[in-house]
């Protein structure tokens, strides 16, 4: 399954547009790979071990981007980051909404 990894690696790297390295997103699919070792049918394998490395490492970034930052990750790259003190019961409040 080594080249059948090495295809699910380099589709993740490009989901990620490159933010994290070829090695970390290897050992990612690695250990998902393990999790995978004794499913009985095999056919559908590499996308569920895709889908997971994409999940696991898009939530890393985004874990890595607020400790960075001190920011909220938002999922829209064009729209800012939502500021933690804009959602404070007072903001609300003077938006007309009452909580």
């Known amino acids: 399954m080594n080249n059948e990894n090495d295809s699910i690696i380099e589709k993740v790297w490009q989901d990620l547009d490159g933010q994290m390295s070829r090695e970390q997103i290897g050992r990612t699919v690695a250990e998902i790979t393990l999790e995978f070792q004794d499913a009985t049918v095999k056919a559908f394998v ?6 997971e490395a994409v999940e696991r490492l898009k939530s890393q970034l985004n874990e890595n981007s607020l400790s960075v930052n001190g920011r909220l ?5 064009h729209q800012p980051a939502i500021e933690p003190a804009a959602q404070s019961p007072n903001h609300l409040q003077m938006k007309g909404m009452h909580l």
């Open 73 to 77: 990750p938002t999922a829209d790259k």
């Open 46 to 51: 590499p996308i569920f071990i895709h889908r």
